[in-house]
């Protein structure tokens, strides 16, 4: 039988719903969300980072999602980074190597003065 005191399930029709989890390029904050479609993860990434019209990459290796059918192979629980569009985003393994790198840029390439010895005139 129908209830008719059901409310209907939110969706766009693109699917079944997943889990998929969204963070800012900075990392700073993260959330999970179901979504069906590109269309409701981006409106829900939207509300959650208060973004307006932002892109959406895969934190593995940065590949920008710039379709339907492209998100509907990805499996569920995927992290997404999303961001204005024109922010930077680096993901995955640049952030592996960027890190590192300018942890040795600072250290060898604009070492500390050496100290100063104060010396008594004879």
Same mark, same amino acid.
């Given at each position: 039988?129908?209830?008719?005191?059901? !409310?209907?399930?939110?969706? !766009?029709?693109? %699917?079944?719903?997943? %889990?998929?989890? @969204?963070? +800012?390029?900075?990392r700073?904050?993260?959330y999970?969300?179901?979504?069906?479609?590109?269309?409701?993860?981006?409106?829900?990434?939207?509300?959650?980072f208060?973004?307006e +019209?932002?892109r959406?990459?895969?934190?593995?290796?940065g590949?920008?999602?710039?379709?339907?059918?492209?998100?509907?192979?990805?499996?569920?629980?995927?992290?997404f980074?999303v961001?204005?569009?024109? &922010? @930077?985003?680096k993901?995955?393994?640049?952030?592996l190597?960027?890190?590192p790198?300018?942890?040795?840029?600072? &250290?060898?390439?604009? $070492?500390? $003065?050496?100290?100063?010895?104060?010396?008594?005139p004879?």
């Amino acid at each position: 039988m129908f209830n008719i005191r059901s !409310s209907p399930k939110k969706s !766009s029709g693109a %699917g079944p719903l997943q %889990g998929y989890k @969204i963070t +800012n390029e900075l990392r700073s904050k993260k959330y999970g969300v179901a979504a069906d479609s590109l269309r409701m993860l981006r409106k829900k990434a939207e509300e959650k980072f208060k973004l307006e +019209n932002c892109r959406v990459y895969l934190a593995q290796d940065g590949v920008e999602v710039l379709d339907e059918d492209y998100f509907r192979t990805l499996p569920a629980q995927v992290l997404f980074v999303v961001a204005e569009r024109d &922010t @930077i985003v680096k993901t995955g393994k640049w952030r592996l190597f960027y890190r590192p790198m300018t942890i040795i840029n600072i &250290t060898i390439f604009h $070492p500390s $003065p050496p100290p100063r010895v104060d010396r008594d005139p004879l």
